[in-house]
């Protein structure tokens, strides 16, 4: 069985890979920066996000825990992205504005403690896993005023 910290990174690695793919520039935080764990911009700086990653080691788990400042950590530009791992296999991710996280946290106390979590089945309106309507399109892939030199955008 992995380790609940290798999964959390496994689950950062490949969300920070998927935003790579979509177009967007990715840069981790330290481990101890609460509440982000990936900053994303669009080529031309002019859109910003910071993104929590929340992994559970499979897809069959119904929920995702969170911290308690999930209830009250909500700005436009804050995304969760929940993963579910699944071997070796593409991961199943969930995109959710912080807005629906805080007003869907799930609060459960135990005698071991206060839990707070995410339920898979939240439901709120997004398409196939959230990207665009979290993220929306990247601009331009490398436009003409930040181009790499040598490098044509037109023909």
Not at 10 to 18: D, K, R, S, Y
Not at 33 to 60: E, I, M
Not at 99 to 118: D, H, L, M, Q, W
Request: with cysteine.
């Amino acid at each position: 069985m992995r380790s609940p910290f290798k999964s959390g990174m496994q689950g950062v690695f490949l969300t920070a890979a998927e935003l790579t793919h979509r177009d967007f520039i990715v840069s981790l935080t330290a481990r101890n920066a609460p509440g982000a764990d990936l900053l994303v911009t669009d080529y031309q700086c002019k859109l910003t996000w910071s993104v929590q990653v929340k992994t559970n080691q499979s897809t069959s788990a119904n929920f995702w825990l969170l911290n308690a400042s999930a209830e009250k950590l909500v700005s436009h530009n804050f995304i969760y992205v929940f993963v579910g791992l699944q071997g070796n296999q593409r991961p199943k991710f969930l995109v959710v504005p912080s807005r629906i996280v805080a007003a869907n946290v799930c609060k459960e106390t135990t005698p071991r403690g206060t839990f707070y979590s995410f339920l898979r089945n939240t439901k709120f309106d997004h398409k196939d896993e959230g990207w665009e309507e979290a993220f929306g399109q990247p601009s331009a892939l490398f436009p003409e005023e930040i181009a790499p030199i040598g490098l044509k955008t037109s023909p």
